[in-house]
């Protein structure tokens, strides 16, 4: 029971309105010009028998004798395990030479998980990055954003961590996508053989805005699916802002009051909804989501990231090709730390507050201030700690990173200057560097 | 005959109806599809239209399509069970709706709040004849460790004549217990449940009384100098990741109260899923039962439909004044009540009404002081004394407080801690930000010594502000161990280890004493060769005072490390330089009296200085 309509009496922005009756909301339409080219449209508003549809492919050449036929239903994607491997456009189409999935149709943007059947959070993905897994640990079923700006390598971070991490499957999601990052993520994922594990839905910057809207709904609705089948789901969205970007659009040619630096008032909760598809199933698989947000002017109190930085469970600062360890934040990282090593956090909080009064000093020398013999020792330490643990090219497990920090601070202070309890100094501090420390300090005195 | 609607218009979660017959504001009513009944409530009348918002997702829904009227307003269900139960914003219980329908929450299901074949324990207080009114009790059952009573509905109100009280025993929630006549003689039933309108704040009380009584929390930052009073409301601001959720995570653990009602609004689910697992499993330090047993849960976190968000707040604060109305001290946490002005923001912008700033509605003020006038302590019929006490998170746009629901919130709080992004980043936790709160209560600490600390921390502020610009060489060594002293004062005092199972909380006596111990040393006249000397002194002085911190209350460890403390502190400390006596009372009273010290001010009134900070200077070392 197909509707089809003929007349369109408005056109704005993407947004077309047509006059129909028995609509249902959140519908889509096909609409299709007589030269035979077709976009899929989504009911936004229904207003009496006018009928608001938000056009994908965008509103550009339609004209108002357009054919626009009622599908019957809502967005929707195809699931089954045919998807691995395959690549989409922002409607779901191939983008690869694959052929078109219609078998078992699931709907996009379902119901949220009741709280009562969700889990606490408990394994650790491990990254091999230091200051992800000593200082920020990944956890599965997390939601955590890269922070970054435009030109750092926020997606190579990201294809890595997809790589290391071993997780079942792989949904990439692409927003307004470079095409050269299009063919970067495939090429890597491909030689790595990590291709056949993953599906992506990528919208490329040259595609039309609209469809950008499309691609976190899809991706997680797959996700969701493959986590309630028992698999451990790593979803990869970027770039956020993209999407909050056409989000904005869309509102602002809805003639909606925007709230904050022309974002519509609901962008919390926009973002809220598909951020948290992340999971961990009782009795089934999770899904864990890492996005990017670029952030305008690298401000973080731009509407995009501080919405996001509100929803998440924690942000990574990538910044000059590192990550800070300053403002990054993983708030799931208490749930595994504890149960790694048990020098893990202390030695953690040690480094991390270490580097604060590295940073400090470095402001006094700039400023010209004397430096104390307990500045020369930061300063050593700050060079080591940047060198040996932030930068991106260190690729280590977990265990040998927390050894590194011991000798870094071996080399640099004396046990009691660390603040580490003593039990553990006792323990971890490493047997030379104690011997000639030892040597160095009744040699001063 | 039933009244009945129809949809005219959709836009998001908002719908426009044509109806027949009457409505009232706020009213529940069904949007039909197909064979499910979407909740809606009125939220708009003009002529035969109205504007509903569905408390669900409304995708599927048509022009044309039936809405059904219920005549009732939006309530929530009182009587025994609510505690330890997990709700959603529209008191659906979450639990009992995943054994129904599993993973998701599906469209247009819900069930009822109260379990209705569970038999309570009904001991009767009434006797026929009797005559009673809203709110009176006509028996109690106990509901874990508390004694529920059963009450006269608060939407009776004449005077009654108890015709028939049920014999102590079992009784389901929908039995009738007792049977009450009015004065022309109309009987009425009376069962151990009822609804309640969440809009209405209930009011069957004496008196309302003004919040003197501190409500301790074990956090040292809060009770000591900006505490909370039972049936006050407090506010806590800060961006995001500064602390707020583990901020009130620790108090609902600790906090010294009869119930805790916790509403999770449009956040995180996993955090709200940490508490629910977790909970039953911690013990209540003060009844050493579970902590669940006192703790009632709401939530609408942020994935959930976001009217319910909305109205998520109004339920949590009606069960609250209903156990307020069994002369209990309950505790409503709120995280984060900008959600819910964001919810109105929506709907607001929904119904395209005029903006105010930052397109919220122009009556979020009078919405956000309505929702703080219902915390309150007050004085029962029965004479007994409830309370309802109010903490709201706030999430400011940006992390600047210069935003219109913080300011809103501001006007109407009693107690403002201000959680700052430095202090978190510093992992000062909890990151409370001691020059920018303030608090109008009076805590158990004395009003002298909570003025000489926010002194004197204001003062090393400045010193500290001083260093950053001349350095440490162009610093006095005066000045620079003043510093080091508070920044130890903030270091073991301000600071608490949440994960520590001692540290975590700290209870009143145990504060005093330890305020007591460092308030001696920060007045204490120290001697030091340099400024290394004295930063070496302060540190091996934190580590221990930490490990003081640690130990259980008067074990041998904790006495160990104050006298360890106390020694230490006696080795450097030297009679007071008569020069120097003006630098000390400069510290205490010459920070201008910044306008966050005058909003604490508040609670100072009254209360004379009879003694000056400097009069606290210990003579001898007993003092300390
Ligand atoms: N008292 C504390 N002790 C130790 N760590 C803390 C404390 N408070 C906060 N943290 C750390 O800061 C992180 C963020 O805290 P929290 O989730 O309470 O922030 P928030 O202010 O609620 O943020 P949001 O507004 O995004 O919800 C925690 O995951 C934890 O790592
Ligand atoms: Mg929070």
């Known amino acids: 029971m197909k509707k089809i309509y003929n007349k369109i009496i408005q056109i704005t922005g993407n947004v077309i309105t047509v006059s129909a009756a028995n609509i249902k909301y959140g519908e889509l339409a096909r609409v299709s010009s007589e030269y035979g080219d077709s976009s899929l449209a989504e009911v936004i508003k229904i207003d009496g028998d006018r009928v608001h549809l938000q056009v994908f492919s965008g509103s550009s050449g339609i004209s108002t004798g357009d054919e626009i036929r009622f599908l019957g239903h809502q967005m929707q994607v195809s699931f089954s395990d045919n998807l691995l491997g395959r690549i989409f456009d922002g409607k779901g189409d191939p983008r690869d030479r694959g052929p078109l999935l219609t078998e078992s149709l699931i709907e996009t943007g379902g119901p949220s998980v009741n709280p009562a059947k969700r889990v606490i959070a408990s394994r650790m993905i491990h990254t091999g990055i230091p200051m992800i897994d000593v200082f920020n640990s990944l956890v599965e079923s997390q939601k955590i954003s890269i922070f970054t700006t435009a030109g750092e390598p926020y997606n190579e971070l990201m294809a890595r961590i997809a790589l290391q991490a071993e997780v079942d499957v792989i949904v990439l999601g692409g927003m307004g996508l470079r095409f050269d990052d299009y063919l970067f993520f495939k090429d890597t994922l491909e030689n790595e053989g990590a291709l056949s594990r993953s599906v992506f839905f990528v919208h490329t910057a040259s595609d039309p805005v609209v469809e950008c809207l499309m691609v976190p709904d899809l991706c997680l609705a797959v996700a969701e699916k493959f986590a309630l089948g028992g698999k451990n789901v790593l979803a990869l969205l970027t770039d956020m802002a993209n999407f909050c970007d056409a989000l904005k659009e869309i509102s602002i040619t809805m003639e909606q009051v925007p709230s904050n630096r022309g974002y519509p008032g609901d962008l919390y909760s926009q973002l809220a909804s598909r951020y948290e598809k992340a999971v961990d199933f009782e009795g089934a698989g999770s899904v864990t989501i890492l996005s990017v947000t670029t952030m305008p002017g690298n401000d973080v109190t731009h509407p995009i990231p501080d919405n996001t930085g509100y929803i998440t469970e924690g942000q990574y600062y990538l910044n000059n090709g590192r990550i800070e360890p300053f403002g990054s934040l993983s708030r799931l990282k208490q749930l595994v730390n504890k149960k790694t090593r048990e020098d893990h956090r202390p030695l953690m909080d040690a480094l991390v507050r270490l580097y604060a009064y590295f940073e400090e000093t470095m402001e006094k020398k700039s400023m010209g201030f004397r430096m104390s013999p307990w500045d020369k020792k930061l300063l050593q330490y700050g060079m080591l700690f940047e060198l040996e643990l932030m930068d991106l090219s260190v690729n280590i497990p977990l265990e040998q990173a927390l050894n590194r920090g011991w000798e870094i601070l071996a080399e640099c202070f004396l046990p009691e200057e660390t603040g580490i309890p003593t039990k553990l100094t006792d323990k971890f501090w490493p047997e030379e560097m104690r011997k000639s420390n030892e040597k160095g300090k009744a040699h001063q005195e | ?624």
Not at chain 2, 222 to 228: A, E, G, K, Q, R
Not at chain 2, 331 to 350: N, P
């Open chain 2, 1 to 624: 005959m039933e009244n009945q609607g129809r949809i005219i218009g959709i836009n998001g979660n908002v719908v426009t109806i044509e109806f027949e017959g009457t409505v009232r504001q706020n009213e529940v009513v069904y949007a039909v599809l197909d064979n499910t009944y979407l909740k809606s409530e009125v939220i708009r009348i003009k002529g035969n239209r109205a504007e509903i918002q569905v408390f669900d997702n409304t995708k599927g829904l048509k022009s044309g399509d039936k809405v059904k009227l219920s005549g009732k307003l939006l309530s929530v269900k009182l009587g025994p069970g609510l505690v330890g139960q997990l709700y959603d914003g529209l008191q659906n219980p979450l639990r009992q709706l995943a054994e129904k329908s599993g993973y998701f929450l599906e469209r247009g299901k819900y069930i009822t709040a109260l379990a209705e074949d569970k038999k309570w324990d009904f001991t009767p207080c009434v006797s026929h004849g009797d005559r009673v009114r809203k709110g009176d009790a006509v028996g109690s059952v106990p509901e874990g460790m508390l004694m529920h009573k059963i009450m006269i509905p608060f939407y009776l109100s004449d005077q009654y004549e108890v015709i028939e009280i049920a014999q102590p025993g079992s009784y389901g929630i929908q039995e009738q217990i007792a049977l009450i006549k009015n004065k022309k003689g109309n009987r009425i039933p009376v069962k151990m449940c009822f609804n309640w309108p969440v809009k209405k704040a209930i009011t069957a009380y004496k008196e309302r009384l003004s919040p003197t009584e501190p409500l301790n929390t074990g956090i040292r930052i809060i009770d000591t100098l900006f505490p909370i009073a039972k049936g006050g409301t407090y506010c806590i601001p800060g961006p995001f990741g500064a602390g707020k959720t583990v901020l009130q995570q620790i108090t609902s653990r600790y906090a010294e109260v009869d119930i805790v009602i916790l509403a999770a609004c449009g956040e995180r689910a996993s955090e709200v899923v940490e508490t629910i697992l977790n909970f039953p499993k911690l013990i209540d330090p003060h009844t050493g039962k579970s902590l669940m047993e006192r703790t009632i849960i709401i939530c609408n976190t942020s994935s959930m439909p976001v009217a319910a968000r909305e109205s998520s707040v109004y339920t949590a604060v009606t069960l609250a004044e209903y156990y307020r109305q069994m002369g209990l001290d309950v505790l409503l946490l709120a995280d984060s009540t900008s959600r819910w002005a964001q919810a109105m923001r929506e709907k607001s912008g929904r119904l395209e009404e005029i903006p105010g700033e930052e397109a919220f509605p122009a009556y979020l003020e009078s919405v956000i002081a309505g929702f703080y006038e219902r915390a309150g302590r007050v004085r029962l019929k029965d004479g007994n004394i409830g309370s309802v006490t109010i903490g709201g998170t706030v999430s400011p746009a940006g992390g600047s407080f210069e935003e219109p629901v913080t300011q809103a919130t501001l006007k109407v709080v009693g107690a403002f801690q201000a959680l700052s992004k430095e202090r978190a980043d510093a992992r000062r936790f909890p990151a409370i930000g001691p020059l920018e709160s303030w608090s109008r209560y009076k805590g158990f600490i004395d009003t002298p010594t909570r003025k000489y600390i926010l002194k004197t921390l204001a003062h090393a502020n400045e010193i500290e502000q001083m260093i950053k610009v001349v350095g440490e060489e162009g610093t006095s060594l005066e000045d620079y161990v003043f510093y080091l002293q508070s920044e130890f004062f903030d270091n073991v005092y301000l600071q608490q280890n949440a994960f520590d199972p001692v540290d975590a909380a700290t209870p009143e006596n145990r504060q005093k004493r330890v305020l007591d111990l460092i308030t001696g040393i920060l007045k204490k006249w120290l001697q030091f060769r340099d400024k290394e000397d004295a930063r070496k002194f302060f540190n091996r002085l934190r580590q221990t005072f930490l490990d003081y911190n640690t130990s259980t209350w008067k074990s041998d460890s904790f006495y160990e490390c104050e006298k360890k403390i106390q020694a230490m502190v006696a080795e450097r400390s030297a009679p007071f330089p008569e020069t120097l006596l003006s630098h000390i009372s400069l510290a205490a009273i010459e920070p201008d009296m910044n306008s966050t010290l005058k909003r604490s001010e508040k609670a100072f009134e009254h209360e004379s200085f009879q003694k000056e900070p400097w009069d606290n200077i210990p003579e001898n070392e007993e003092n300390l």
